[in-house]
């Protein structure tokens, strides 16, 4: 039986995993329980009660089976105010979000008034709860669990987050109550993410496309609180629209919901063939649009900058250009994204979107033959040598990857080949091929010399 247990940030799949939250009083060990069960030290341990104001998550593994563990802050009386009073309602927002709850109580004080008011919340809940009781670090402390019988929660699993002792019972308990991940199916068409900052129109826009009120649209910020998948078909083409949650600067994300709306959506991102960013022309492009762009591009995603609200703003024959120019130089590391400007009120240019959407994956799928890139990245090294002159540095190229494009330049000399001449590269690459829409990896490795033999 494999009993690995290992945890990362996210695996492509995390959003679609069975959520598990760890939930308790404060300074009863959840997050040094939490840093037990992932592997890691992600969460901050302290003596001090309430140190835990965020939520921790991590993708972990037991057993095969694969599951997002989150770390709540401590759950405190309801008519507390101030930070404890935030606290609670993030624990309780992932309580909402869980598949199963392991629920965390302190053998050295035993079950106090705080507790039974936790239990008795979850004694109502309809989802699976395991009640973990920490700080039993040796054998004799196991006669202290019977007492938390009374919960009324079933058996308790004694375990020390400190030593690790009873955590692998404990992890058994747990992949037993959560449902097991779908396995990953072929995407029907095209996947679309619409992103960008809240209230930017993005639910309005995936109307339009559809032609059928299929989103909740409200002017409200963030009204939109899941990823919500839509099948569209235009011609032969299948599309699948995605709208996201509006992405906010991590400071301004209000605890529990619009945190889990802000994860949903960036992880609606790395699932994405292709990345629409929603800008409402009448702001322009903002720091937070840059890091969404910014993200879009560190993840090979195929980008469409979209000018909402085009019909608010006054124009003449030059506005577009300037808005373009502006653009670029706003975003200047993603300047291969084609620019639309659409209204989702009146519909104006909406249909371009997909018209492009098709165009830039196909770009982005496009393979060139290993002879036919050799003789493109020799004939750009002829024209502009890289550092020093080294046009001989270069012994051949190949394509080892699509959506995005990567390509393995083979040189003699490492040091002749920096950023500036990959860029360079990629530019001419896209003068001859087009690759519209989507960053191109160039990747220079050393050509390893064969070991000699004796004859």
């Known amino acids: 039986m494999n009993t690995e247990m290992e945890a990362s940030e996210f695996s492509e799949e995390a959003t679609s995993l069975p959520v598990v939250a760890i939930i308790g009083r404060p300074n009863v060990g959840k997050s040094m329980l939490f840093n037990r069960l992932t592997g890691s030290r992600k969460a901050v341990v302290d003596d ?28 405190v009386p309801r008519d507390e105010e101030g930070i404890s009073g935030m606290i609670r309602i993030q624990a309780e927002s992932a309580l909402d979000e869980a598949d199963s709850i392991v629920f965390v109580c302190d053998r050295e004080t035993g079950p106090v008034g705080i507790d039974q008011e936790i239990a008795a919340q979850l004694r109502r809940a309809t989802k699976p709860v395991i009640l973990a009781i920490n700080k039993v670090d040796s054998q004799r402390h196991e006669q202290d669990v019977h007492e938390f019988h009374g919960l009324g929660l079933g058996e308790p699993y004694p375990v020390s987050a400190l030593h690790g002792r009873g955590t ?32 930017v129109g993005k639910s309005s826009l995936v109307n339009t496309l559809v032609g059928a ?23 032969d083409q299948r599309f699948v629209l995605v709208d996201t949650a509006g992405l906010r600067k991590k400071a301004r994300i209000k605890r529990g919901i619009e945190l889990y709306s802000a994860m949903r959506a960036l992880k609606s991102i790395e699932r994405a063939d292709v990345v629409i960013l929603v800008v409402d022309a009448t702001e322009g492009i903002v720091t937070q649009d840059a890091r969404i762009a910014g993200f879009a591009d560190q993840e090979g995603k195929c ?49 371009r ?3 492009l959407a098709a165009d830039v994956y196909a770009q982005a799928s496009r393979r060139l033959g290993t ?45 002749a080949i920096d950023h500036s001449y990959t860029r360079y590269l990629a530019n001419q690459l896209r003068e001859v091929y087009g690759f519209i829409g989507t960053p191109i990896r160039i990747i220079a490795r050393k050509r390893k010399r064969r070991p000699w033999r004796r004859p």
């Open 213 to 235: 009120n299929v989103m909740i649209v409200h002017d409200a910020p963030g009204t939109t609180r899941d990823a919500i998948d839509t099948v569209l078909t235009r011609g």
């Open 48 to 75: 001090e009660s309430g140190v835990t104001r965020d939520l921790n998550y991590l993708e972990a593994v037991w057993n095969g089976r694969h599951f997002l563990l989150v770390d709540t802050g401590g759950l």
């Open 371 to 415: 002879h036919e890139a050799t003789e493109f990245i020799s004939a750009a090294a002829d024209r502009r040598p890289p550092k020093g002159g080294l046009r001989s540095s270069i012994m051949y190229a190949t394509q080892i990857g699509i959506r995005p494009p990567a390509f393995v330049v083979f040189v003699k000399n490492l040091d």
């Open 168 to 199: 692998g019972d404990l992890l058994d308990a747990v992949v037993e109550t959560i449902p097991k991940a779908p396995e990953k199916e072929e995407e029907p068409g095209i996947r679309i993410a619409l992103v960008g900052r809240p209230n």
């Open 353 to 355: 979107l997909l018209e």
């Open 303 to 351: 980008l469409i900058i979209a000018y909402n609200k085009w019909d608010l703003l006054e124009k003449d024959d030059s506005t577009a250009g300037e808005f373009a120019k502006r653009a670029r130089e706003d975003l200047p590391f993603v300047t291969y994204a084609p620019i639309v400007q659409v209204s989702a009120l009146t519909g104006q240019r909406a249909d």
